[in-house]
């Protein structure tokens, strides 16, 4: 099969590899839609140390069932199928408990790290273990699918939170996930939303998505707006969807006292923390890591219309061409959200 390969750091190889063999638990999915995550980007660098080469990256995607292993039942080749990114075992006391996305031997599509190599969906074929799978509604496209994966991060963040009707929130980073999050919070019942970044286009989009106030971080205080909008007292809900020191020790500052902070930004491994604005505050920090059961209802919401992914996807392109455009995206070109490439 055809498969676009990390084959070292920072150079994508569009090559022929092996067909992937499914074990008797997996299926066998012909890859028709797959997104490039912001951690693809950022790990074809080896800066994450989470895409060693070689490696098929890409976690994000739907297709169709093309063979069905021997202990499979329940499924039929040809349906139509997107996939939990997240590899869980099913059997430690975690995934027992529900908790699937800490997995004590959690694997995730698409990385090769110290610990393991799992290799991903930018490829013509992708085994998948069943207990991932989920089947697709009707009238949700390959493409609308392929963005379950980001949807379903945004709401588990969301859902961390104890949200009261009304509440004030604030979203630090209107990239993918944060764009996602401020429909998230729309939908969990928050009233006035603020968004903030430093990129105009993607502050025009979470307008568009449903955020009141949008805050252009290089030009503003953020902090300061943020305690215009709620009297002085700050936000009891925020987001912080960029990972870097200085957005969290944002969402930080726009935390009023009691607040409640969700961290889903996972770019750099350590940052420093306001310890006496959280103590003094009370505020709580809460950790958020993929998903945890959230792809049923993403997929419905996404039937139904509830959420809007469309003005997210910024381009579809064959696989073939999928080394250029992680290179635009590496560079930062403007405008670009969410790239799909097809197989």
Same mark, same amino acid.
């Given at each position: 099969m055809k498969a676009l390969v990390l084959t070292e750091y920072g150079k994508l190889e569009f090559l022929d590899v092996d067909d992937p063999?499914?074990?008797?638990? &997996?299926?066998?999915?012909?890859?028709? =839609? +797959? /997104?490039? !995550? /912001?951690?693809?980007v950022h790990g074809m660098d080896g800066s994450t140390g989470r895409r060693r080469p070689p490696v098929i990256m890409g976690h994000e995607a739907a297709g169709e069932i093309a063979e069905i292993g021997g202990e499979v039942a329940g499924w039929s080749v040809g349906e139509r199928v997107t996939f939990d990114s997240t590899v869980y075992c099913g059997r430690c006391p975690h995934c027992l408990a529900g908790g699937v996305n800490l997995c004590d031997d959690r694997m995730?599509? /698409?990385? =090769? !790290? &110290?610990?393991?190599?799992? $290799? /991903?969906?930018?490829? &013509?074929?992708?085994?998948?273990?069943?207990?991932?799978? $989920?089947?697709?509604? &009707?009238?949700? =496209?390959?493409?609308?699918? +392929?963005?379950?994966?980001?949807?379903?991060? +945004?709401?588990h963040a969301v859902s961390r939170l104890r949200i009261r009707l009304n509440d004030s929130a604030v979203v630090i980073g209107a990239g993918m996930i944060g764009l996602l999050a401020v429909q998230a919070l729309r939908a969990s019942g928050c009233g006035t939303i603020l968004a903030a970044d430093i990129d105009a286009t993607r502050l025009a989009l979470a307008a568009n998505l449903g955020a009141d106030v949008t805050l252009k971080a290089d030009e503003t205080d953020v902090a300061a707006a943020v305690a215009d909008t709620t009297a002085g007292r700050g936000a009891p809900i925020v987001v912080e969807a960029v990972g870097l020191p200085e957005t969290v020790a944002t969402a930080m500052v726009c935390a009023g006292k009691g607040g409640q902070v969700a961290l889903v930004g996972n770019i750099t491994p350590t940052v420093d923390l306001a310890l006496q604005t959280v103590v003094t505050g009370e505020l709580t920090l809460l950790g958020s890591c993929a998903s945890r059961g959230e792809y049923p209802a993403c997929l419905d919401m996404l039937a139904r219309g509830a959420v809007d992914v469309d003005p997210l996807i910024s381009a579809t392109a064959p696989l073939a061409e999928g080394a250029s455009w992680f290179q635009r995206l590496y560079k930062g070109e403007k405008g670009l959200m969410k790239v799909l490439l097809k197989p």
């Open positions: 063999r499914i074990a008797a638990d &997996e299926v066998l999915l012909r890859v028709r =839609s +797959a /997104g490039i !995550c /912001g951690s693809d995730v599509l /698409g990385v =090769s !790290c &110290e610990a393991y190599r799992r $290799h /991903g969906a930018f490829a &013509e074929y992708l085994a998948v273990p069943r207990r991932i799978l $989920h089947r697709l509604p &009707e009238g949700v =496209s390959f493409d609308r699918a +392929a963005t379950v994966e980001p949807l379903s991060i +945004a709401f």
